[in-house]
């Protein structure tokens, strides 16, 4: 599996924007960039994905590089739920699993 | 919508013992995978099943074994529990058809194993 590389730990104060980065330069033409997040005391859950262009839903946005080598997850305006475990994965089209890393542990501060 | 679910929420077993978990996949849900975290880790891919059958297995010995039922339920079996067994059992569950790399998990909250 391709790796991905993210900071241990970033922190927010309540409604300003986070942006978490994401590295992965052996990414291959085939990888979506998927994110999850794990709220303290559940299961991980999706956040967005995305393959070459920027994409938004309700909860973020992802902006991918032009070269794919790196991308942002976008929390517009951060809330105490935000507080969480995210994670930036690479998914092969051939692939199942998900191969989670250590993550980036976002703290809010109200 | 129940979402996903899984019994129990709590286990302790002793070392040697077998361990059996459960898992209930989101409705309409027809792919099961066991993940499990380890304190302080992010979770590490068992298995997927899908159509009962195991679609692809991470690196975990085969004192983890699975089974997926008829109705896309499914079983996380683990043998010979060692200490290091101790962790956070996930199941998350899928659409099966479609883009491998684009389907979206959806996780249960997991099965808490103490190994003693």
């Known amino acids: 599996d391709a790796k991905t590389t993210q900071p241990n730990s970033m922190e927010s104060n309540e409604e300003e924007p986070v942006h978490l980065p994401c590295n992965h330069s052996t990414i291959s033409g085939t990888d979506y960039i998927h994110w999850y997040r794990q709220l303290p005391s559940q299961g991980p859950e999706y956040v967005i994905h995305?393959?070459?262009s920027n994409v938004n839903n309700r909860m973020a946005s992802l902006a991918i590089a032009e070269d794919r080598k790196s991308s942002t997850l976008i929390l517009h305006r951060a809330t105490l739920r935000d507080a969480a475990v995210y994670y930036c994965i690479l998914r092969d089209v051939r692939g199942y699993k998900l191969s989670f890393g250590a993550g980036t542990t976002v703290t809010v501060r109200a | 919508d129940a979402g996903v679910t899984q019994s129990p929420t709590h286990l302790i077993k002793t070392r040697g013992q077998q361990v059996t978990l459960r898992c209930s996949p989101k409705s309409g849900h027809d792919t099961v995978s066991w993940y499990q975290q380890a304190l302080g880790q992010g979770p590490q891919f068992i298995f997927q099943y899908y159509e009962e059958e195991e679609r692809q297995r991470g690196n975990f010995p085969d004192r983890f074994s699975g089974h997926q039922f008829p109705n896309y339920s499914s079983e996380l079996n683990v043998n010979a529990l060692l200490l290091g067994d101790s962790a956070l059992y996930l199941c998350?569950?899928?659409?099966?058809?479609?883009?491998?790399?684009?389907?979206?998990?959806?996780f249960g909250p997991g099965t808490r194993l103490t190994v003693l």
């Open positions: 995305g393959l070459t």
């Open positions: 998350a569950s899928s659409l099966g058809q479609g883009l491998a790399g684009t389907d979206t998990q959806y």
